[in-house]
């Protein structure tokens, strides 16, 4: 069948369809015929694009369909899907979508969410992540079929734990009893995330802040960031980052750098941090002494916890990213086949895209099966040296990973509160507030109630 990758810029795609909607009429599009589909992706690498249309002509040749593959970056895609619907020109799919962009398009009106529930349906929710699965709802209704994620998690030496006899950092006392304790000579106990220039330092606060159940909003839609909860998990996050952590602002490069270089014993990151500690990406390789005679040395002496869970927290938590595939309004029927194909039969390949990014949601074909986990950890990571992520990492990390993403929760997402989380995070709201307490010290109590205040206008002005 005939295919096309096409290689537009997401400003092209505007300009485009901007022109395409004047000269249509202003009714409502029917639904799309089989013939051909249009998937935008924002996995938009070279490389993954390549992937992508590698199962997309498998799955066109036999099913006797064309389709046009659109790369948009994520930053332009909102921009140019309110063009694509004004033009009457909406994409069939948008593959990975990020879960603040299911919640926008839903409230929207884009997307066909009878689709996406008849999809999970078929392929049997028991199949799925149940984080993964709540957070791509709305009340009842499935917003998209999530795909995959990444989770936050904490990284640690397990040599420097075993000699100085210290437990795995899971809950609050562990991991300030380990940055205490670890923190001198040339080593911190913990770097994480403090630039106020970074969305990065917003995730990381985030993800400390639901380790303790401390919620943006509570249940009755009131700011919540000055509970006792959030208190507590944001002291611990200001006595770390101040106290035994890297001197100075740090950002997603700085906190790598550190724990690659054998100078802090904890760092917070993402999974993407895989193929990296395991010296597979040329341009940022462990430095550690140990690391210059054994690439593979830091990976082989590093531990790695999920959620943590604080004293007010009755489970694990962090801040995650789940994305979807989203069907979107008068998508062809088509449509529905090709993201249950691409959730079953060629599972593996999407999330072989970037495997230390792409952590499955999905355990198996059937409930109780485990053949696309233990497909993904066969897979391999890296960029300038491939391995696969078994022969790197032990089967107690590898299930660390993937049940990490059972742990991922997102402020305002179950609450109806996406556009006010997305605002905070965008004007970095709590990064520029806490770097300013971390370098400067002062009251948490003050830092909380002008992040309470720049939230209540955030969300006024949002017509919350």
Request: glycine letters at 8%; proline letters at 4%.
């Amino acid at each position: 069948m005939h295919s096309r990758l096409m290689a537009l810029t997401a400003s092209a795609v505007v300009v485009a369809l901007s022109l395409a909607g004047c000269a249509s009429d202003t009714g409502a599009k029917p639904q799309k015929d089989d013939s051909k589909l249009t998937i935008w992706t924002i996995e938009d690498k070279p490389d993954r694009l390549q992937a992508q249309e590698k199962m997309l002509d498998a799955f066109s040749a036999s099913n006797d369909v064309d389709y046009e593959l659109v790369p948009i970056a994520e930053d332009q895609l909102s921009s140019a899907l309110t063009a694509a619907a004004a033009a009457n020109e909406l994409p069939d799919l948008v593959a990975a979508l990020p879960l603040s962009n299911v919640h926008q398009f839903a409230n929207d009106d884009l997307l066909d969410t009878e689709a996406a529930a008849e999809v999970v349906k078929k392929l049997d929710a028991g199949t799925f992540n149940k984080a993964a699965l709540d957070l791509t709802r709305s009340g009842d209704t499935q917003l998209a079929v999530p795909s995959d994620a990444f989770p936050l998690m904490l990284f640690y030496r397990t040599d420097l734990f075993k000699a100085a006899g210290l437990d795995a950092p899971t809950d609050y006392p562990s991991v300030l009893e380990a940055a205490k304790k670890l923190n001198g000579n040339g080593v911190a106990g913990i770097s994480a995330a403090t630039s106020a220039a970074e969305q990065f330092t917003s995730q990381t606060i985030e993800s400390f802040g639901l380790s303790n159940d401390c919620q943006l909003v509570n249940g009755k839609g009131d700011l919540a960031l000055d509970s006792d909860n959030c208190k507590t998990a944001f002291g611990l996050y200001t006595d770390l980052m101040s106290k035994y952590s890297v001197a100075g602002e740090q950002d997603t490069a700085t906190t790598r750098a550190s724990y690659f270089a054998g100078q802090a014993a904890m760092v917070v990151w993402s999974s993407f941090l895989l193929d990296e500690l395991a010296g597979l990406r040329n341009d940022a390789l462990p430095t550690c002494d140990q690391c210059v005679a054994d690439p593979r040395w830091l990976a082989n002496n590093t531990g790695v916890v999920g959620g943590l869970q604080g004293p007010d927290a009755s489970s694990p938590a962090t801040y995650g990213e789940v994305v979807s595939f989203a069907i979107m309004r008068d998508a062809a029927p088509i449509t529905k086949d090709l993201v249950s194909w691409l959730m079953s039969d060629s599972y593996i390949d999407w999330i072989s895209v970037a495997p230390e990014g792409k952590i499955p949601v999905r355990t198996g074909a059937e409930p109780g099966s485990t053949e696309y986990v233990d497909g993904w950890a066969d897979l391999e990571t890296g960029v300038d040296t491939r391995e696969k992520l078994s022969a790197l990492y032990s089967p107690e990390v590898l299930d660390t990973v993937v049940g990490a993403t059972n742990d991922i929760v997102r402020w305002g997402m179950t609450e109806g509160q996406g556009g006010l989380a997305g605002a905070m995070t965008t004007q970095r709201v709590l990064p520029t507030l806490f770097s300013d307490l971390i370098a400067s010290g002062g009251s948490l109590d003050d830092a909380l109630v002008s992040a309470t205040d720049k939230a209540e206008q955030i969300k006024s002005g949002l017509g919350g």
